[in-house]
């Protein structure tokens, strides 16, 4: 441009003589154009100013737009708390909170609630909640409840507002969305009163080009007929100017400015016409006057134009370098602050805005220290102060703080600026934010501090070498072994000179094929050699180095000292052997009981293979013998002391019942918890059958099973403790075969041994199931029958045993039968008794049974033995007195009563070893008559029965046994026995 202007002046110049008349309205012609074109820089200028201005205004607005929706966050959402927030903007009509559905449920405009808000033409558009302020299209009405769409038929300057919403996320973390009404007649009225309707309009579009607003009464909002070219230019820059002409054919200045934040555009119309009106009346009038006194005033007008011209480069000059600086300034990516001589700051650029948080209006006018984070002391901003004020640059560091709290680093230069006379004009300070380098240099020293923490500390052998292989760095413990005092001393030597020969040559040639190939070292096992030359194993992983270009330069390695773990491995491998070829059955199950491992003794033991039992309980051996409380019994000594040992029963895959001796152990982790429990068992089902046997040997008899002798008297001593705790009666029945002996001499032994093997299985089963039967040898056997109410309730039992022996029994080609006589007794009785008692008082009554005739039972008669017994005393008494001349004779007179007169004597004599009822022998030494009894004969009449003396030869213990027992014959070989006879004495 400037070039084009001196070659027009100096073509007018060279011109000026040939045709003055065309050179003066040629240099007016230029001038005056000259003066529309710097005109319309002007007008285009403003347009961008006013643009500038009315967007900054704008977004301020919306920001207090947004941060007002957003509050309803705080504080719990109502009817009143938004009518509260409107305080804060008065530009908008309403705020409210929509609901399910897009209803509004809360408002500052109780008319606005059940209202429903479209927004699916909102932007930016959203599938998801947004945090962000979105636009609406411009609304009929006055608030939601009275909105209605903007249609082609609608008239422009009707009552409107725009719709804004964001998304909220209140404090339980649910989403709520927030909208307003804002006033468009605020933002009209505002741009009103910076543009008048014939200067020319300002319109607010949607960043979709969608008219919002206009100050002009013929646009018509939602059309985006005059934001075609807008749009167009904003896919270049969000912000310009240019000449255009608008859909009704009005020629207009036009800039533009996209909002920073929130998505509109700004755009400001200066009517041409209006903008040029001056210059053309000038022209007007300087054509007139040129034309008029052009050969008269053609030298002025050459001055003129000189003049003019040289004002005009001087101010294109100076507009071209404002424009630069000011470009330079803006576009700074350091931050600019201008202050005055007594720093109040009168300028920053928008990277200052951009660092600090601060806007340009919120700091003009203010102290820099707006930014101090009271860390800088007043020492060192005196000492600033004091180099600036001197005429010095001041170069140096801020921990400054932002607007939002957060600190952060700037490095700045601040130098004094002096007018032409030497006298200070500003204070021009460039700052540098040095945030992310001193935060790095703060990590770097922080990774050196846990680096060198992590060498000093680690109980790993960590090293670093060179391409020769010494040290660069290593740990400690490192140091240790090889008797430095510090890994630092070890930087800088070789394998050779801290290791012995061997173990150095093994890591040399280790490391070869790391420096020549790259290749790393994986969990090697190395030896080793501590300070107290003790030998040890260490893992070790070694990587290689590389620098830029992909070359070796050293090695990182790792070396963990295994040496437990390698003496583990060893125990372990024992107990792995152990635990294969171990003849005991091994378990070992988690803590939940689940089987995680078994041995080969136990396949062997159980029939179940470890792929059977794996991850299974345990209690797929249970044989069902134990009980409940028996498990929970191990249970609670395992927990209680960690161990068990005892005896289990326990069942084979094949359903087999075997017995083992286990012994189990809990596993503790080094905290003390249960983590496994192991279990060790023998097979000792041979010896449990053994014990059996000798058991069976001991206590049964080996022919017939039955309990012997010794089980017998078991049995009886616990039945009549039991009798005695139930308050019943038992009886014990003794029983002997008659005519056996004639069988076994007949038919021989082993027909003998069938009878009696069939014989004791009848009589068994004619007894209740809590009797018992006994063998005690040859053919006699015991019953002990339980649980009698009376004497009476064993007389069917008895009968049973009788026709059960009587019953014919096949042996080969011969029936054998014989019968059987049995004597009873019961317990409890008057004298106390104890079991070998029971059995001689069942053998009498056994006797007597046989004595009258066999197959029947006697009834042993506890008074009566008793009676007997002092009987046989007093006769034993008697003969012994006799025999030691005890008797003294007495006489005593024999008087008639009559007449007084002694009519004879008689003789007593009195043993004194006698007992006192029977002192009544004569005189003569007859023992006189002691007592009679009665009893029912085997015909059923009463006898009388003297005490003979005792030279008669009668056997006295036949003659004893006669008179102490009665007798019932059986009916029949088969059948029942008779009924029961009564006892003898009264």
Known sequence: MLKKTGFSRRSTFALVALIVALSAFAATAYGLWQLRVARIDRQLESAAMIVRALEDHLTQNFNVIDRTLANIADQPISNERLSSLLRQAPYLRSVVVLGPGDVVSASSNPDNIGARLLRHDFLPQAEVPLEVLRVGRLRLGRDFHSAREIGPS????????????????????????????????????????????????????????????????????GSDADSRSIRARLQQSEAGRFEQNLSEGRAVFTAYRASRVYPFVLVVHLDKAHGLAAWRGAAVNTLLTVSAVLLAALALASVYFIRFERSARARELAEESLRTLSLAVQQSPVSIVITDPDAVIQYVNPKFESITGYSASEVIGKNPKVLSSGEKSSVEYRDMWQAITAGQIWKGEFHNRRKDGSLFWEMASISPVFDVHG???????????????????????????????????????????????????????????????????????????????????????????????????????????????????????????????GRVTGLFGISRDVTERMQAMESLQLAASVFTHAREGIMITNAAGEI???????????????????????????????????????????????????EVWNRRKS???????????????????????????????????????????????????????????????????????????????????????????????????????????????????????????????????????????????????????????????????????????????????????????????????????????????????????GYHESLEGIRLAMQQHEFELFYQPKVNMRTGRVVGAEGSAVAGGLPAGHRGASAGGRVGRVGNRRRPGSDGRLARRRTRHSSQRQPQRQAVAANRFRCSPARTAGGAAGGAGERSGT
């Open 596 to 646: 995680i491992d078994v041995n080969e003794a136990f396949t062997r033991i159980t029939s179940y293979s470890k792929e059977d039992v794996l991850g299974r309980n345990p209690r797929l051996l249970n044989s069902g013998r134990q009980e409940k409380a028996f498990y929970e019994a191990l249970w609670r000594e395992l927990i209680e002391y960690g161990y068990w040992y005892g």
């Open 423 to 549: 006298a200070l004009q500003h204070f021009v300070a460039v700052k540098e934010d040095i945030t992310a380098r001193k935060l790095a240099d703060e990590k770097i020293r922080e990774l050196n501090r846990d680096f060198v923490s992590f060498l000093e500390n680690t109980s790993d052998f960590v090293y670093f070498k060179d391409r020769n292989g010494c040290f660069r760095f290593c740990s400690q413990t490192l140091a240790d072994i090889t008797h430095h005092a510090s890994w630092r001393d070890m930087i800088g030597k070789h394998d050779l000179e801290v290791f012995p020969p061997e173990t150095a040559q093994i890591y040399y040639q280790e490391e070869l094929p790391v420096f020549e190939t790259g290749q790393p070292i994986l969990g090697k096992t190395d030896p080793y050699f501590d300070a107290a030359g003790n030998h040890g194993w260490v893992s070790t992983s070694k990587w290689p180095l590389f620098d830029d270009d």
């Open 154 to 221: 609608s008239v422009a300057q009707s009552i409107s507002f725009i719709p804004v919403e964001r998304d909220v996320q209140l404090s339980d973390a649910r989403w709520v969305t927030a909208a307003a009404a804002v006033n468009s007649d605020y933002f009209l009225n505002f741009y009103g009163n910076h543009i008048a309707a014939a200067e020319g309009k300002v319109q607010l579009l949607r960043y979709d080009g969608v008219l919002l607003l206009g100050s002009d009464e013929r646009d018509r909002p």
């Open 655 to 869: 359903g087999e019942v075997y017995a083992v001796m286990q012994t189990i152990s809990a596993v503790r982790d080094g905290g003390g918890q249960v983590r496994h429990y192991l279990a060790l068992f023998s097979d000792i089902t041979p010896m449990k059958e053994h014990e059996r046997q000798l058991e069976q040997i001991a206590h049964f008899d080996a022919l017939t099973q039955l309990p012997n002798r010794v089980l017998l008297a078991d049995r009886l001593h616990q039945a009549m403790n039991q009798t005695r705790r139930r308050d019943l009666r038992l009886a014990v029945a003794y029983l002997d075969l008659d005519g056996f002996k004639a069988i076994n001499d007949t038919y021989g032994h082993d027909a003998g041994d069938q009878l009696l093997i069939t014989l004791s299985a009848r009589m068994k089963a004619a007894l209740r199931e809590g009797d018992t039967l006994a063998r005690l040898g040859g053919d006699e056997f015991v019953a002990v029958l339980l649980d009698l109410a009376d004497i009476s309730a064993s007389l069917p039992m008895l009968a049973r045993l009788l026709a059960a022996a009587a019953q014919p029994v096949h042996v080969g080609a011969h029936v054998l039968q014989v019968s059987a006589s049995l004597g009873v007794t019961f317990f409890p009785q008057m004298e106390e008794v104890d079991p070998d008692q029971m059995l001689r008082q069942a053998d009498q009554a056994m006797y007597q049974a046989k004595l009258a005739g066999k197959n029947r039972y006697y009834v042993f008669d506890a008074d009566h033995d008793r009676s007997l017994r």
